[in-house]
């Protein structure tokens, strides 16, 4: 099997587990989103990935960077209310970087790309209580496992997890600014975010799948950083 089918392989095999995923999670993902928003979410994003995963199937022969495309256009169209254009949205801006192949280069690229286009669309940055608060420690430690601590990219995207899990768990006690949630003002808190449930979720998903595809070395380390935005400019 060449590189690019082994990616290709590859990145249908995740968009399949995260589809799997959501559907499983649907239930508690609405839970969440019934305390403080549409009561939504948990359907849309779990639709929203059962459509991807149909269109990857179908994009024969597609480039690593044209089945995120996809992805993204797929969300876009199929997903209401928020969460379609951050996640579609970002998915598509991001792809790009995948031109050249899937690659540590190329992922952490992919990641501050998508991070990027979730802040300009959704206008939040980290204690917001929004997805931002687990995609930007995922980031910044991923990035920072690959650039300055030289780990293998299965090992950085354990901590990558590991890091938007405690992103998650920040969302808990804080106050919401950002989306629906803020109109509830200091009830929002002690309300877990749908979005970064749904963004860790997927992270899951994508790690189980490298484990499947990557010949590395990494295993989820409890200690690494302990705050949200832990990993950036260290």
Same mark, same amino acid.
């Given at each position: ?17 995260? *589809? ?14 019934? *305390? ?18 149909? #269109? ?6 597609? =480039? ?51 991070l990027e286009k ?19 420690? #995922? ?15 299965? &090992?950085?995207?354990?901590? *990558?997890?590991? &890091? ?29 975010d749908p979005g ?26 409890? =200690? =690494? ?10």
């Amino acid at each position: 099997m060449t590189d690019v089918a082994r990616e290709r392989e590859a990145i249908v095999a995740a968009v399949d587990r995260i *589809a799997d995923r959501l559907a499983d999670e649907k239930a508690y993902l609405t839970e969440l989103d019934s *305390a403080i928003g549409d009561a939504d979410h948990g359907t849309n994003v779990s639709r929203g990935f059962g459509a991807a995963r149909e #269109a990857v199937v179908e994009a024969d022969d597609a =480039s690593a960077e044209d089945l995120v495309k996809t992805v993204g256009m797929t969300l876009v169209s199929e997903v209401g209310g928020a969460a379609g254009p951050l996640y579609g949205g970002s998915f598509m801006h991001a792809s790009g970087e995948l031109e050249e192949g899937v690659t540590a280069a190329s992922t952490v690229a992919f990641g501050e790309a998508f991070l990027e286009k979730v802040r300009d669309r959704g206008g939040a940055e980290v204690g917001a209580k929004t997805m931002v608060d687990a995609i930007t420690p #995922a980031v910044h430690t991923y990035k920072k496992s690959i650039e300055q601590d030289d780990l293998p990219p299965l &090992a950085a995207l354990a901590k *990558a997890v590991d &890091a938007a899990e405690r992103g998650v768990d920040f969302t808990l006690p804080i106050r919401a600014t950002k989306g629906r949630a803020s109109y509830l003002g200091w009830r929002s808190v002690g309300h877990q975010d749908p979005g970064a449930t749904s963004t860790l979720f997927i992270l899951e998903e994508i790690h189980a799948t490298a484990e499947e595809y990557l010949n590395g070395e990494g295993e989820r380390d409890a =200690s =690494s950083p302990s705050t949200p935005d832990d990993g950036e400019g260290e």
